[in-house]
């Protein structure tokens, strides 16, 4: 099928290893961070979310932190599987309003 | 339950020609969101809508794009006419609104359009 993104930033792991993939967001001022998993010709899906109150969260094999003094925010993704290629983005919350501001998105490759 | 429900998955038309994308979302969520997501890119705000009045479409290009949800349920976006640089897969997302106003959003599958 048709690549969500063929010109985005691209993380190669293999396959068992722990990925990281970061986010860098723009306003100080936004108070809750969303984390989507997009596969190719698939809609963007829920993966984790935190808020500004919160330094990291855990789901299932996945993390995400929240460094507000940089404005940066990353996904852990522990024991890499294959399934977990697709394009991941974050997504920040315009403070008092229920508008998401989406991130440029990476595109994780795991290798076999 | 039920995700958010688009049609049609893919639509091609020519430069010029008008074009209607149809969403359902979750039952019960107020809150709906188009998107427009160019190749290589994240998904863009076109609107949003609560319940059955628009909250922002700052971004919408109203001389050619409309967008209406009359009972407050499902929604339809038009095109007319399309322009090149519309080719795009135009997502439908819903959230539910609660007292607590963080609420994650859930994503359609996309209409896939191509403008030749």
């Known amino acids: ?112 | 339950e039920a995700g958010v429900a688009q049609s049609p998955r893919y639509k091609i038309i020519e430069k010029r020609q008008s074009v209607a994308f149809w969403c359902n979302p979750i039952s019960g969520h107020a809150t709906l969101y188009w998107y427009q997501q160019i190749l290589g890119q994240g998904p863009k705000l076109l609107i949003q809508f609560q319940n059955n009045g628009v909250v922002d479409d700052s971004q919408l290009p109203k001389d050619r794009f409309s967008a209406e949800r009359l009972k407050g349920v499902d929604s339809t976006l038009k095109i007319q006419p399309a322009k090149l640089e519309d080719s795009a897969v135009y997502l439908c997302a819903s959230s539910s609104l609660t007292g607590h106003s963080n609420q994650p959003q859930h994503f359609g599958d996309g209409t896939r359009l191509s403008i030749l």
Request: hydrophobic content about 35%.
């Open chain 1, 1 to 112: 099928g048709e690549s969500v993104g063929l010109h985005l930033p691209t993380l190669s792991v293999q396959e068992g290893d722990n990925s990281i993939i970061n986010c860098a967001y723009s306003n100080s001022a936004s108070d809750y961070f969303i984390w989507y998993k997009q596969e190719s010709g698939k809609g963007p899906q829920f993966i984790i979310d935190i808020r500004s109150n919160m330094d990291k969260r855990q789901g299932q094999r996945v993390t995400v932190l929240l460094n507000k003094t940089v404005k940066h925010l990353s996904l852990q993704i522990a024991a890499t599987q294959p399934g977990d290629s697709a394009v991941y983005f974050c997504a920040e919350k315009d403070p008092g309003t229920y508008k998401y501001i989406f991130g440029t998105g990476t595109r994780l490759k795991v290798l076999a």
